[in-house]
């Protein structure tokens, strides 16, 4: 399985962005998919996760709770992070994140993501 993500940039304090993650091979629409951040020196924290076993069940980090939104598109294997209000401290490397078991887990390559203020 491979995930692509896309979708990061630059953007001023209070704008939005999109994060898209498509996976490639194997994802079955009830294994968790997600996104993780991290920044330099800190650790890889989760932001976002959704599982989709019939109308799809998502958590979400305190810190991003009302600000972004997960969504996932099973017939295209693709999650989508959805951003908005972002602040200076949302400022880190995305990675996508899927799971089918305890020896199956994937990233994806990190996307940065940069909010100015």
Same mark, same amino acid.
């Given at each position: 399985? @491979? !995930? =692509?993500?896309?979708?990061?940039? !630059?953007? @001023?304090?209070?704008?939005?962005?999109?994060?898209?993650?498509?996976?490639?091979?194997?994802? #079955?629409?009830?294994?968790?998919?997600? +996104?993780?951040?991290?920044?330099?020196?800190?650790? &890889?924290?989760?932001?976002?996760?959704?599982?989709?076993?019939?109308?799809?069940?998502?958590?979400?980090?305190?810190?991003? %709770?009302? #600000?972004?939104?997960?969504? &996932?598109?099973?017939? %295209?294997?693709?999650?989508? !992070?959805?951003?908005?209000?972002? =602040?200076?401290?949302?400022?880190?490397?995305?990675?996508?994140?899927? +799971? #089918?078991?305890?020896? =199956?887990?994937? +990233?994806? @390559?990190?996307? =940065?993501?940069?909010?100015?203020?």
């Amino acid at each position: 399985v @491979q !995930l =692509q993500a896309s979708g990061g940039g !630059l953007v @001023q304090t209070g704008g939005y962005l999109r994060l898209s993650c498509t996976a490639s091979g194997s994802i #079955r629409s009830g294994d968790p998919m997600g +996104w993780y951040r991290q920044t330099p020196g800190g650790q &890889r924290e989760l932001v976002a996760s959704i599982t989709s076993s019939g109308y799809g069940y998502t958590s979400y980090a305190d810190s991003v %709770k009302g #600000r972004f939104t997960i969504s &996932r598109d099973n017939a %295209k294997n693709t999650v989508y !992070l959805q951003m908005d209000s972002l =602040q200076p401290e949302d400022t880190a490397v995305y990675y996508c994140w899927a +799971w #089918r078991s305890t020896t =199956q887990e994937y +990233w994806g @390559q990190g996307t =940065q993501v940069t909010v100015s203020s």
